[in-house]
């Protein structure tokens, strides 16, 4: 039986994929980041560990004979002083910091892989989690848009190979905000208070990067996500298909899209203006 750690972050995500490793026949050890991960990880072999502790994670992964390994649930980073990293800590987070995230985590990830754990893609437990291509909630967009959808794939595209943003918000032909180091989440809040309400439709665009690493970062959105989006005035949402999780079942999702009047479409990552 293959052995599979779970860096478990916030959210309820790393317990729907503990499920699915479980079923698939893996044996499971669930390494619950301290201050971050909130889920019930009750059913399952479970660790604590420090965010910044990246070497001890990894002597406690060869000890445990993990073969495998998923990076899964939002994750806050605090400074640096807070962290507290370990010696390789330093050295890989320091990357990090003048780098940018993607190129840091291929980091952490070739670290564990000089012994032997290979670092797996959340969708490859939860392939039928995936922002599925076409009109998902709500009713189909009018060409102007899909025009203001455009510019906003168009700027993710743009700034995509900087390592910046997964998001955009768009309106009236104008970028409304750019996800920055405050995810998703965050942007939507701060851009509530920059719409124009007689602006017309206000739409949130997102897309995986250009040079991320799906098994490392891969983009996601769900209730919360929708609620955010509802509650500072947008009503429209592209999600890159294939390319975003959901957090939570589509069932669900759509249904929370009906009772806030938000459109939900997955766009092809060519769709640009």
Not at 55 to 61: H, N, Q, S, V, Y
Not at 87 to 107: C, P
Not at 134 to 142: R, S
Not at 223 to 233: D, E, K, Q, R, V
Request: glycine content about 8%; overall charge neutral; hydrophobic content about 50%.
């Amino acid at each position: 039986m293959t052995r599979l750690a779970i860096i478990a972050g916030k959210g309820q995500l790393p317990v729907d994929v503990a499920a699915a490793a479980t079923a698939d026949g893996f044996d499971v050890l669930i390494l619950a980041i301290k201050a971050q991960a909130d889920a019930d990880f009750t059913a399952y072999q479970t660790m604590p560990i420090r965010l910044g502790a990246i070497g001890e994670t990894r002597a406690i992964m060869v000890q445990h004979k993990i073969e495998k390994l998923v990076m899964v649930g939002k994750v806050s980073w605090p400074s640096m002083a807070a962290l507290r990293p370990d010696f390789n800590g330093v050295k890989l987070l320091g990357k990090m910091m003048t780098k940018g995230d993607d190129n840091a985590l291929r980091h952490v990830a070739a670290f564990f892989a000089e012994k032997g754990i290979e670092t797996m893609a959340v969708d490859a437990f939860l392939p039928d989690r995936k922002m599925p291509l076409g009109l998902v909630a709500g009713d189909k967009p009018d060409a102007r848009s899909m025009d203001t959808i455009a510019l906003g794939a168009t700027v993710l595209a743009a700034l995509g190979a900087h390592d910046v943003g997964q998001s955009v918000i768009v309106q009236n032909g104008r970028v409304i905000a750019i996800e920055a180091a405050e995810g998703s989440d965050a942007m939507i809040a701060r851009a509530g208070a920059l719409l124009d309400p007689t602006g017309g439709i206000a739409c949130l665009v997102k897309m995986r990067k250009s040079a991320q690493d799906s098994r490392l970062d891969m983009p996601v959105i769900g209730c919360n996500t929708i609620l955010s989006a509802a509650n500072a005035g947008l009503s429209l949402m592209a999600i890159e298909a294939d390319s975003v999780l959901l957090a939570d079942d589509i069932t669900v999702i759509k249904a929370l899209c009906k009772t806030h009047g938000v459109t939900l479409i997955g766009i092809d990552s060519r769709m640009t203006s």
